[in-house]
């Protein structure tokens, strides 16, 4: 069990956690934790991880999840890879593995999932979905065109999963964690779009936050 901020979490309590980073391992392993199960709950918790694994349960946010776990306002913003091909690796951008009495809410992931096999897909957002309820969640089809949300089970509960543009995911993530400002800069005109100066943008959506004053737009040179 290995995570970016948790190996294991056994009936505790997450809330307004962040990890950033990479993290490397076989079994159970997470952007932000190995598992979670017996009742424990997260809340409002980010991980920027890369997580690489050899065996079961790979996930962005968390490897496997089970026992009456809560999992709510929370995202996933790292690559997920397994290089496992001969059986399933339960791999997803969120979360590797769920099942029993599970909830994950108005969750996000957004990295690049690597892995799985035609026999066993990996999953957009969970890898493998044993049971459990997701609801109002997403992660970016434009990083991962060929996966589903899901990519195995027979989870009989609910689970909704959006798949958005990168764009649209990150969107919903800064409306839960606040922008992430950069430092003023200078954003050069164009020909046809101005400029701006002192510019602070967000450097997770890449919105244009506020600025000093806009620089016109330069006008095309024709030869």
Not at 195 to 215: D, F, H, P, Q
Request: net charge negative; hydrophobic share 35%; charged share 15%.
């Amino acid at each position: 069990n290995i995570g970016g901020f948790i190996g294991e979490g056994f009936g505790t309590s997450f809330s307004d956690c962040t990890a950033e980073g990479s993290v490397r391992g076989s079994y159970s392993c997470g952007g932000f934790a190995g598992g979670i199960w017996a009742d424990a709950k997260a809340e409002r918790c980010i991980a920027d991880v890369d997580a690489t694994a050899s065996d079961w349960n790979t996930g962005g946010f968390v490897g496997f999840v089970e026992r009456t776990v809560n999992i709510s306002d929370c995202a996933a913003l790292g690559d997920v890879s397994n290089p496992v091909t001969g059986t399933t690796t339960k791999l997803g951008g969120f979360a590797g593995s769920i099942d029993d009495t599970i909830t994950i809410q108005n969750c996000y992931s957004t990295g690049v999932v690597t892995g799985g096999t035609g026999t066993h897909p990996a999953g957009g957002f969970v890898g493998y979905a044993e049971s459990g309820t997701v609801t109002g969640c997403a992660f970016s089809e434009e990083n991962n065109p060929s996966l589903n949300g899901v990519g195995e089970g027979a989870a009989g509960d609910t689970l909704t999963i959006d798949a958005a543009n990168t764009g649209e995911v990150l969107d919903e993530v800064c409306a839960v964690f606040g922008h992430q400002e950069s430092e003023p800069y200078t954003i050069e005109p164009t020909c046809t779009e101005p400029g701006s100066k002192n510019a602070v943008v967000c450097l997770r959506c890449s919105a244009v936050l506020r600025w000093e004053s806009e620089i016109p737009a330069l006008g095309h040179s024709w030869l």
